[in-house]
């Protein structure tokens, strides 16, 4: 069962990520990062057996950061491209799936203040793309954990799909550590006016309190 998920898992990621789609939004691939990741092998995926408990899964995917993180210190600009998915087997879809939203809920702002994206992937996942309305980007076979490294165009991700003006502050200001003294200088008016918009977001909404 955990080989047939992994799998599934594999050819959505090499026949999804780096193609194009009808539903897209714009031209291009779906995962532009992706093509090179998989070009150069650089694609790790594991499975999970959720027997074991949430903060088992959380310990894994911690321990596959510092991994990635070790190994990035000797790939010079290819360490951009490293990539760790975990597919978790062994109990119902709905309950899979729970657990990966739970272990990305924990995850997600260590992994962001470390320079890492930690995304959620399942069946129906109803997250729109950044590009359209219609498209669902994180719809996968199976229940998926995934972390990759943050990248400049990585900001639209923080305006568009935090939940609520603090979060989009929160976010775009551990974003602006991160990046500090590296953006060009298109991204970082991007930046500067999305957390001048995300503050003034944040403090209208306390006003109403």
């Known amino acids: ?46 499975s999970f057996d959720a027997a074991r408990d949430d903060e ?8 596959l950061l510092d991994d990635s993180l070790r190994r990035a210190k000797t790939m010079g600009p290819d360490r951009t491209y490293l990539v760790s998915l975990i597919v978790p087997h062994g109990k119902p879809e709905d309950e899979l799936k729970a657990l990966v939203g739970r272990a990305h809920a924990v995850l997600k702002p260590d992994f962001v203040q470390s320079g890492y994206m930690a995304g959620d992937f399942w069946p129906d996942h109803e997250t729109v793309g950044l590009h359209s309305d219609t498209f669902r980007p994180f719809t996968s076979p199976v229940p998926i954990l ?64």
């Open 146 to 209: 995934g972390m990759r490294p943050i990248v400049p165009a990585d900001l639209l991700f923080f305006v568009k799909h935090e939940p609520t003006p603090q979060d989009r502050l929160r976010y775009l200001r551990y974003f602006q550590t991160l990046f500090s003294g590296r953006l060009n200088e298109y991204w970082q008016a991007e930046l500067d006016r999305e957390l001048d918009r995300a503050e003034r977001d944040a403090q209208a909404t306390r006003s109403t309190r």
């Open 1 to 46: 069962m955990s080989d047939d998920r992994l799998a599934l898992a594999r050819r959505w990621v090499r026949e999804y990520t780096p193609n194009p789609h009808p539903d897209l939004g714009r031209d291009g691939v779906v995962c532009p990062y992706m093509v090179r990741a998989l070009r150069r092998n650089y694609v790790r995926m594991e």
């Open 56 to 63: 088992e899964l959380v310990a894994l995917a911690r321990r």
